[in-house]
């Protein structure tokens, strides 16, 4: 049964992410640094009426940061807003999970958050877990 995801770009390529994972979609306006924290932990955003840790999602993935992205997608994982910084934002559509093959090889975090893959115009695109990249939260199996 087909399920909706929203398709982003991190670093110029193409992820899927479970509609049930975004509370909404928005611009990171001001980023206030937070001493000590993880270091793709980017700082604390204002967002309405709430306060969001904003994280340097291509940092997450372990890929060298310097995005200087300003969209994010917001989730809540283990009671707290995270602010998941991604270049652009795709598309909403429904697509059926499939699971990984034996010939995806994926390392270290991209490993760890991928759930799968779904199918757009037959293109693969690699399906995340965005609990998987906040620092010290327990992903989803």
Same mark, same amino acid.
């Given at each position: 049964?087909?399920?909706? &995801?929203?398709?982003?770009? #991190?670093?110029? +390529?193409?992820?899927?992410?479970?509609?049930?994972? #975004?509370?909404? #979609?928005?611009?990171?306006?001001?980023?206030?640094?937070?001493?000590?924290?993880?270091?793709?932990?980017?700082?604390?955003?204002?967002? +309405?009426?709430?306060?969001?840790?904003?994280? $340097?999602?291509?940092?997450?993935?372990?890929?060298?940061?310097?995005?200087?992205?300003? +969209?994010?997608?917001? =989730?809540?994982?283990?009671?707290? &807003? &995270?602010?998941?910084?991604?270049?652009?934002?795709?598309?909403?559509?429904?697509? $059926?999970?499939?699971?990984? =093959?034996?010939?995806?090889?994926?390392?270290?975090?991209? +490993?760890?958050?991928?759930?799968?893959?779904?199918?757009?115009?037959?293109?693969?695109?690699? =399906?995340?877990?965005?609990?998987?990249?906040?620092?010290?939260?327990?992903?989803?199996?």
């Amino acid at each position: 049964m087909a399920h909706l &995801y929203l398709i982003a770009q #991190v670093a110029g +390529r193409a992820v899927a992410i479970d509609s049930d994972q #975004v509370e909404s #979609v928005v611009d990171i306006g001001e980023i206030t640094a937070v001493p000590r924290a993880s270091h793709h932990v980017l700082g604390l955003a204002a967002l +309405r009426s709430r306060v969001v840790t904003v994280v $340097d999602t291509q940092s997450a993935l372990g890929m060298a940061s310097g995005s200087k992205a300003k +969209r994010a997608v917001i =989730t809540h994982v283990e009671g707290h &807003y &995270y602010a998941m910084l991604v270049d652009a934002l795709d598309d909403v559509a429904p697509f $059926d999970l499939l699971p990984l =093959t034996g010939g995806c090889a994926l390392d270290g975090a991209w +490993r760890d958050a991928a759930r799968g893959i779904v199918e757009r115009d037959g293109e693969p695109i690699l =399906t995340i877990d965005l609990a998987a990249l906040v620092p010290g939260a327990v992903a989803a199996d």
